[in-house]
């Protein structure tokens, strides 16, 4: 299974802002027994983004985050119709939405804000009770691409909407655990269990307390085997 998270935005390629996004996907997928397989990030560039997107053009589910906006600098929305090679289209019921919200809100509807209501001819609506931009899903040749708006608390409450829509990929749910290290560099972690046969299933994560040991499993018992062997050799 090809799993990729495409995320727009040069605040991030700046490193003014962090990828919170990628983390909440990845958390989310795992309920599934899936992970993402391949992380881009790219500029806010029509251009750039069909590029990536052509090259992910197989991946069985694509996930775009960022770039829903109402103002010039957000172009995701016109890079997925070109993509698609569709137009643009006035959703009502997305402009119903956003005219509701904002009344509860309390803010004035702008002719700026019609721009939310442009969606590529084909999407899927999800409904974004915590922000404007609304969530859009898309058959692909593969599988399916899901565009969603980039703050992280926006994500996280549009997420839960897929729940149905990935059932069909599960694979069974994934068993994670961290185990904390203290006064053992990652090189001498590393030595002690090289010879390991799961060690592929484990990431090390240094800090300036430690190494972290991140062993994530599709079995349980597999887990608790891992954790002897590891109490074992680490002591």
């Known amino acids: 299974m090809k799993i990729a998270v495409l995320s727009v935005g040069s605040e991030i390629l700046a490193g003014r802002i962090l990828n919170r996004d990628l983390l909440l996907i990845a958390d989310f997928l795992r309920k599934f027994g899936l992970r993402v397989t391949r992380e881009i ?17 197989n991946f069985d589910i694509i996930f775009i985050t960022g770039g829903l906006g109402p103002t010039s600098d957000d172009v995701t ?4 119709a070109r993509f698609f090679n569709v137009d643009l289209e006035s959703s009502e019921m997305v402009l119903k939405l956003i005219e509701e919200r904002l009344k509860d809100l309390g803010v004035e509807f702008l002719p700026v804000h019609r721009n939310y ?11 974004n009770d915590a922000g404007l931009a609304p ?5 692909t040749d593969k599988g399916i ?13 549009l997420l839960p909407q897929l729940e149905g829509l990935l059932e069909k990929y599960k694979r069974g749910e994934t068993y994670l655990k961290t185990v904390k290290t203290f006064g053992l560099r990652e090189s001498e972690i590393y ?3 090289k010879d390991c046969a799961w060690l592929e299933k484990a990431g090390f994560y240094p800090s300036i307390y430690g190494v972290d040991i991140r062993i994530e499993t599709e079995r349980k018992d597999e887990l608790d085997e891992i954790l002897i062997e590891l109490k074992d050799k680490l002591g």
């Open 191 to 193: 030595d002690r269990l």
């Open 117 to 127: 209501a442009l969606i590529p001819k084909g999407a899927k609506i999800l409904r």
């Open 41 to 57: 990030t790219v500029k806010d560039e029509v251009e750039e983004i069909v590029e990536t997107l052509m090259n992910l053009k």
């Open 135 to 139: 969530g859009m899903v898309f058959s």
């Open 145 to 157: 691409l899901i565009s969603l708006p980039g703050p992280p608390r926006e994500v996280e409450s």
């Open 77 to 80: 929305k016109k890079a997925i």
